[in-house]
């Protein structure tokens, strides 16, 4: 069953897929306009999830980075919706449908149409070369505005930082974590993964030296 949250007029579903606990995400603006975070796998389970939301239309996919697990239901969701697909540039020719929208750092991506509800594009380069992260702060209708979540794919974790397979792409990965999410966003800013369940940033930025030190 999802996990729905009541950001004021936005609404976030959060379902969980596959063996391997994939993470999808669905915003829903005021207006019914959606945005999929990562089609990871049971597209029918995606699509039961588009309707009990209220049924779109679906504007956008958004897969955070190229591993095969986070864009399994993509061609179907692609192939049923015809959203605008989107994904990190140095990701995009790696996934099984042509990428509408290649993504670079600091732009900012719609929901809506009319662009009330935007999520900044955060490049966390290292578990792939185009991991992407997704901010979104909550409206001045919710319960907490002016805070963030953080969509953060496999390159943030409670934890720790996403796996890399060598020490200049640890190092690339633990630099941009550091300087483009824990330097800007405050402790409150909820981290939603790519597997698994959310953290703060409050809860796991003790840990960073210790993640550093480690490697991993």
Known sequence: MPDTHRLGSLRLDVLAVSE????????????????????ADDAP?????????????LRTVVTTHQHRDHHRALADVVAAHRPTVAAGEPDADALPVPVDHRLTHGEVLPVDDAGTVELEVIALRGHTPGSVALALTEPDDAEHPGRV???SGDSLFPGGVGR?????????LIDDVEERVFARFGD???????????T?????????????????
């Open 188 to 198: 409150d800013t909820v981290v939603h993964p790519g597997h698994g369940a959310p």
């Open 20 to 39: 391997m606990d994939n993470n999808v995400y669905l915003l829903t603006a005021g207006n019914g306009e959606q945005l999929l975070v990562d089609a």
């Open 164 to 172: 890399t397979t060598s020490k200049p792409d640890f190092t690339s």
């Open 200 to 216: 703060t940033l409050g809860a796991e930025r003790p840990h960073l030296a210790q993640w550093r030190e480690r490697g991993w």
């Open 149 to 151: 979540h953080l969509f």
């Open 45 to 57: 389970a995606i699509e039961r999830l588009l309707v009990a939301a209220g049924g779109g239309p």
